[in-house]
């Protein structure tokens, strides 16, 4: 099953990289372009992919969680090139009470002018619930070590006004944004995947005190239209905030087996993807923080379940420009094309 996600996800790459658009001329005096720079940057991430499961009746909202790891690394970008590699060093990542998480996270944010892309393909097994009513007396936390889940998922969006709105300048930083400009974004996605664990997500006390049927395992697959609006509001030239998000209507086919047994359900339901920036730039340094959240409800025959699947990404970037010299030009040149 894992190497039919993987697949998936490869060959959603390379429909994202096969997207790539001829570059248009921008208003430069919205922002300028460093395309013909090596973007250099020194950064932190963490990934994430959550499962909730809420009882509408019974006001029970478990959200498990992945024991993800805080990751340093070095990127660079040049042209429309991007390479990241980070590693998640023991010294950032003390031994906790969350159990052991075992993740393949691979998230594509491609963002050209025109067309922003964004592929998912998330891999976890082993999570852990935060909630204080079933954590033991060490202080450990309830946990799920035989849980998985697995998703694979990709977006496309069309960006307006692309000749005054830069997505690249909030997130790659290899624009500069030096005005206010905001773009109405039209798109579609699609998601499929499922989560699994040997026994009921919800635990015993809860199941117990509830009466909430046991569920152990759903899986979906959905698509459909997004529309949105992102805009970026610029202090002083160098300062900038942007805020992004849309929602899409998806129909969904999806399975969830309970202890009465396989329930099938076909239905519309809302998703949406989050987007949040904010930092200093300028024609050679850059720092900023960015945020990216996205939501998947997986929808049920039953109104007072509901259940989603939560995908993110924090970074903190620190960012330098250069010159490449004609020899690194051309080795360039001849590897990204």
Do not use: C
Request: glycine share 8%; no cysteine; proline share 3%.
């Amino acid at each position: 099953m894992k190497t039919r996600f993987l697949l998936l996800f490869f060959l959603l790459s390379l429909l994202g990289a096969s997207a790539q658009t001829t570059q248009t001329e921008n208003d430069p005096t919205y922002y300028v372009s460093y395309e013909r720079y090596i973007t250099g940057r020194y950064y932190f991430s963490r990934k994430y992919t959550s499962f909730d499961l809420r009882s509408l009746d019974d006001g029970v909202r478990l959200r498990y969680r992945p024991n993800t790891t805080l990751n340093m690394g070095i990127g660079a970008t040049y042209k429309w090139a991007t390479l990241n590699l980070a590693y998640g060093f023991p010294f950032l990542n003390p031994t906790g009470n969350r159990g052991k998480t075992r993740y393949l996270d691979l998230q594509v944010h491609n963002y050209g002018r025109k067309i922003v892309i964004d592929l998912f393909g998330q891999f976890y097994r082993g999570f852990y619930l935060n909630n204080e009513s079933l954590r033991k007396e060490d202080g450990t936390y309830y946990q799920r070590p035989d849980m998985l889940v697995q998703m694979v998922g990709a977006s496309g969006l069309y960006l307006f006004n692309h000749r005054r709105f830069s997505y690249r300048a909030s997130f790659l930083q290899n624009e500069w944004q030096k005005r206010s400009a905001g773009s109405f974004l039209l798109g579609w996605e699609i998601f499929v995947g499922r989560g699994k664990a040997d026994s009921s997500f919800i635990p015993s006390p809860i199941n117990d005190a509830t009466g909430i049927h046991a569920i152990d395992r759903v899986s979906f697959v959905e698509t459909g239209p997004s529309i949105g609006y992102a805009y970026t509001f610029v202090f002083k030239k160098h300062f900038f905030a942007t805020a992004s998000s849309n929602v899409s209507l998806d129909y969904g086919k999806n399975l969830i087996y309970t202890d009465e047994g396989i329930e099938h359900s076909e239905s519309f339901s809302p998703n949406s993807l989050a987007r949040l920036f904010a930092g200093y730039n300028s024609d050679k340094w850059a720092l900023s923080f960015t945020f990216v959240h996205q939501i998947a409800r997986i929808s049920s025959n039953r109104d007072a379940i509901a259940s989603s699947l939560n995908t993110g990404n924090f970074r903190f970037n620190a960012v330098y420009r250069f010159l490449p010299n004609r020899k690194t030009r051309k080795v360039l040149k001849e590897v990204i094309k």
